[in-house]
């Protein structure tokens, strides 16, 4: 029997014919969810990264804690809003706003689940789906950032203006990446549909293991391990978290681009940034994941994909890629800048292309069988990350002495400042230490008192 029959896979044909009423109550579920997985995230990344760190997190308001985020909300909510008198009024205003709502609008095209009956009505979990569903997804992401690029640029501060610059150069470099990654994806599926996606990742293929045959593990994550890599590492500097959390960066840039932002606004971003990072799990999950289709060994049970089951398994996955988020931020250090740009463009852009070129000459070989798909795609995975690790570098040329250095130099030019950096004592330091200690103040080479 196939274990996939029982699933109900939507298709394009299925959507445009509810009723307004059903199309408003998917919305606002979208909606709901976005601002809920928000709330939890907060708690949920409070409470993890307090574990790592031997600690309890918040724990006083509400049980375990759930309502302090809520809190917090309320107090910025009634926090004082300044509004800086060199920004321009309306772009400061509408930044935040452009975040979250490209963020959430994002939602509207993932698939929550199979078709269902809700009223009576037998429609599915999911607000709409055109053919070109990813290219959806990737208008949403890139857009999003022109809510921090505008934001920073509008504040008329020099700390928001560069952190807005930073955002825009991560956004073209990382974006690149982040296409390439999804190329992979529908031209392995043969659509750019997300319900299409994931559907074809639980095509029903069968492979024999000990005289059975059981479902082969047809999500996306296995069979383009580089490209689901690739793709989350680039969600990740997409949205602005650690260690890619550079237009925010508090040890040079304050706040980044949110230094001049108070209050609602403030909040505003802080929610766009928890909505994109749980957005963006719930667009890793469809493409590359299997959606909500049930992991192995639940796929054994018949009705694992039907009816309301599968939204368990949606925000399983989802929730456990929120926890990769945290789990990051917890554990590595803020990159440097030139570091973070280098490994965009020279480390996942060629990787990335080499295994597009690799993946459409394994597409033309005919008989194409999942068993050959598993062992050509571990065979391409191993040589891409072999030659990553092993690839020879250049070794820089040691620097000449600094006397040579000295010597070096153009008659006239500018003398090197002292190696060790020691600013001269102020003549109020050099008087107290004077009366101190009279016999310790001698004459210098330059004729001022050491």
């Known amino acids: 029997m196939n274990l996939y029959l029982a699933a109900q896979d939507p298709t394009l044909a299925d959507f445009g014919k509810d009723p307004w009423w059903l199309v408003l109550i998917k919305i606002v579920f979208a909606f709901a969810f976005g601002l809920l997985a928000t709330l939890l995230g907060v708690w949920f990344e409070r409470r993890v990264v307090g574990r790592m760190a031997v600690r309890p997190g918040p724990n006083q308001v509400g049980p375990f ?56 009505h037998w429609t599915p979990l999911q607000v709409t789906d055109v053919s070109v569903a990813v290219l959806v997804l990737l208008a949403c992401s890139s857009m999003g950032i022109y809510g921090i690029v505008l934001g920073g640029w509008a504040s008329g501060s020099t700390y928001p203006l560069l952190g807005g610059l930073r955002s825009t150069a991560q956004m073209i470099s990382y974006e690149v990446a982040m296409g390439l ?60 978290r650690a260690p890619f ?30 909505v ?44 456990a890629l929120v926890f990769v988020f945290v789990w990051l931020r917890g554990t590595l250090p803020r990159l440097r800048y030139d570091q973070f740009m280098r490994f965009g463009w020279k480390v996942l852009l060629p990787i990335n292309l080499v295994w597009i070129l690799v993946l459409a000459g394994l597409r033309s070989i005919e008989d194409w069988q999942t068993k050959d798909r598993l062992v050509a795609t571990g065979i391409g995975a191993g040589v891409l990350l072999l030659a990553t ?23 006239g030019s500018f003398p090197l400042p002292p190696m060790d950096l020691q600013v001269p004592p102020s003549p109020r330091t050099r008087r107290v230490v004077a009366e101190r200690e009279p016999a310790n103040v001698v004459a210098g080479p330059d004729s001022r008192e050491v």
């Not at 047809?218 to 602005?240: C, D, H, K, M, R």
């Open 389 to 411: 690790l092993f690839w020879p570098s250049r070794k820089k040329e040691p620097a000449p002495p600094l006397q040579e250095q000295v010597n070096s130099r153009p008659h």
């Open 245 to 274: 959390d550079l237009p925010e960066a508090e040890s040079e840039l304050v706040a980044g681009f949110m230094t001049e932002y108070s209050s609602l606004k403030f909040a505003l971003f802080m929610l766009s940034e928890y």
């Open 65 to 120: 804690g759930l309502l302090q985020t809520l809190a917090d909300g309320l107090k910025m909510a009634f926090k004082e809003d300044i509004l800086p008198k060199a920004a321009d009024k309306v772009v400061y205003f509408f930044a935040p706003t452009i975040s979250v709502i490209c963020a959430v609008t994002a939602l509207s095209v993932v698939p929550f689940g199979p078709k269902v009956s809700i009223f009576g």
């Open 181 to 240: 990654s999804i190329v992979a994806v529908f031209m392995t599926a043969g659509t750019m549909s997300t319900s299409g996606i994931v559907a074809a990742q639980g095509d029903g293929t069968q492979l024999t293991i000990a005289g059975q045959d059981i479902p082969a593990p047809g999500w996306y994550a296995i069979l383009l391990l580089p490209s689901f890599i690739i793709f989350f590492i680039a969600t990740v500097g997409e949205t602005n």
């Open 276 to 319: 994109s990072m749980v957005t963006m799990s719930a667009v890793t999950t469809t493409l590359f994941l299997g959606g909500w289709r049930a992991p192995w060994p639940i796929t054994l049970w018949a009705g694992a994909n039907s009816g309301w089951w599968p939204m368990l398994w949606f925000f399983g996955k989802v929730i």
